[in-house]
């Protein structure tokens, strides 16, 4: 094939820069194949950049540093807990990579990883309450140099149109300014902006080269597609069945549509968990988008007929699940006591705007409140009388908020269940928000994308929210989204080395 049917070529073109798109293309050209990283728009890093860049891969010597305990047995008997025998090849492969792909990525100068105390999120074998995950060190904006205005900058700032702030990159933003550092110091990787990824070119049954707009590009040993889910599509949203709005999710703006996903169904390629996402509640900020909230200290959320239905406390995804069970709107109901936002959220709010913009209401009695939001005053009083009773027992005898681990983690071990009392009272809106689909190309233990009779598609990998989760309709704990879609994109690489043509 002449270089006249091509527009540039390559050893491997990723599609996507997310953390494992990043990763999986660092170890494509540390092994000395010539790597294009194709974004479609102008920054670097999608979801993972907003993210606080947990990476969940068990039994590293990160966890042996900080003295924990951790191990593959562990984790694999926590997994399977969760997982019974569902996708045991690739549990088993994501558990043997995890070791190998931390040391792998800490010989390169330009990464490293620290223990950060996060707990895994269900009370089952092998858990470690403190949790098993680890995050890179910030990374000063220096150290970058003209690099920097490439990774994408807080979902604040982001969504603001501002570039990054003068002082160190940290969580989501250090982990991509460090693998981009690592992935440019190789000399072998090269980055494309504003390049989407529209399409697959096939030759006698194997995937050769990608379409990128007008542009042909070859991929003479493989095509990693690590391009993110389809949280922002509403069509296949709806045909999948995901819960809640393509305008709620936490994906930055004009991301993760789904171009990788279909352009591989296309040319036959077979999905799995199209309905599924990582969930979690979102407070809707002025510009209409939700704000990813976790970590509550207090308040009680109460659903349309101004009644609790979960434990607040619980890990975001499984409060986002009992959100889609239940009938909303939804309303966080807090009061002056809290001195604020009784929870974490990100991008952080700020109180009055969030009550100028309607998002947020006050009032100076819960009848008030509940009328100006449409709710029965008698059911959101009885309801908030009864959670002040727990209160007062140190007991929620509804939902036990407050007795797991991960619970009192967000409140510094006081406890979670404060009585709502003190006027002014608040009601913020809540929407059942996602930080991404978690459907996708169905993919064996190394990444190979399977057609619909469970054969490989030569030539064609997938990592991430491209890829179906091993996990299923789980989320066992903190950054296993990153940590899975880091270990198969690093194993679909491994593959094309052994096996390219």
């Known amino acids: 094939m002449g ?6 070529e390559y050893d491997v073109v990723v599609a996507g820069s997310g953390a494992g798109a990043m990763a999986g293309a660092l170890a494509a050209a540390s092994g000395g194949l010539r790597t294009a990283v194709l974004e479609k728009t102008a920054l670097l890093g999608g979801t993972s950049a907003y993210s606080g860049s947990a990476i969940w891969l068990p039994g590293t010597r990160v966890q042996e540093r900080a003295g924990l305990g951790d191990s593959a047995e562990s984790a694999r008997a926590y997994l399977r807990a969760l997982l019974g025998d569902a996708e045991e090849e690739r549990r088993e492969a994501f558990l043997a990579t995890a070791p190998e792909l931390v040391e792998f990525l800490e010989k390169d100068p330009a990464i490293e990883f620290r223990f950060q105390a996060f707990p895994d999120y269900f009370d089952a074998p092998g858990r470690l309450d403190m949790g098993r995950s680890f995050v ?21 700032r982001d969504r603001a149109g501002r570039g990054h702030a003068s002082k160190p990159m940290a969580q989501g933003r250090s982990l991509i300014g460090r693998l981009l550092l690592a992935l440019t110091a190789t000399g072998n ?20 080269g990608v379409e990128a707009g007008s542009l042909r590009l070859r991929a003479a040993r493989g095509v990693l597609l690590a391009a993110g889910g ?3 599509s509403v069509a296949l949203r709806e045909a999948g069945g995901v819960h809640g709005d393509a305008n709620w999710t936490m994906a930055p703006d004009g991301a993760n549509t789904g171009d990788a996903i279909e352009a591989a169904v296309r040319i036959g390629a077979s999905t799995g968990l199209l309905d599924q996402a990582w969930y979690c509640p979102g407070l809707l900020t002025p ?6 909230t976790l970590g509550f200290r207090g308040g009680l959320i109460v659903d349309g007929s101004g009644r609790r239905f979960a434990n607040e406390s619980l890990p975001y995804d499984r409060m986002g699940r009992r959100m ?37 209401v006050q009032a100076g009695t819960l009848d008030e409140l509940a009328g100006r939001i449409d709710l029965s005053p008698d059911a959101l009083t009885s309801t908030v009388e009864r959670f002040n009773g727990f209160a007062e027992k140190g007991v929620d005898q509804d939902f036990h908020r407050g007795e797991d681990p991960y619970d009192r983690y967000f409140s510094g071990g006081r406890p979670c269940v404060v ?35 469970d054969r490989p598609i030569p030539g064609l990998y997938a990592a991430g929210n491209t890829s179906a989760s091993f996990t299923g309709p789980v989320y066992p704990g903190p950054g296993i989204p990153i940590g899975s879609a880091m270990a198969f994109a690093y194993r679909a690489v491994q593959d094309i080395t052994r096996n390219s043509p």
């Open 189 to 208: 990787g090269v980055v494309r902006t504003e390049t989407p990824l529209t399409g697959l070119i096939v030759e006698d049954g194997r995937v050769v």
């Open 136 to 156: 890179p060190p910030e990374l000063p904006v220096e150290e970058l140099g003209d690099l920097a205005g490439l990774v994408r900058p807080p979902v604040d």
């Open 419 to 453: 009585a709502v009392g003190q006027p002014p009272f608040y009601a913020a809106e809540v929407v059942l928000s996602d930080l991404g689909t978690k459907g996708g190309l169905r993919t064996d233990p190394d990444g190979r994308v399977l057609d619909g009779t």
């Open 3 to 8: 270089n006249a049917r091509w527009d540039d």
């Open 230 to 232: 389809f949280e922002s």
């Open 324 to 360: 889609a069970a239940a009938q909303g709107p939804f309303h966080l109901v807090f009061d002056a006591r809290s001195g604020g936002l009784p929870a974490i959220s990100v991008p952080p709010l700020a109180p009055d705007d969030q009550v100028a913009s309607g998002h947020w």
């Open 287 to 292: 510009d209409g988008r939700p704000a990813f």
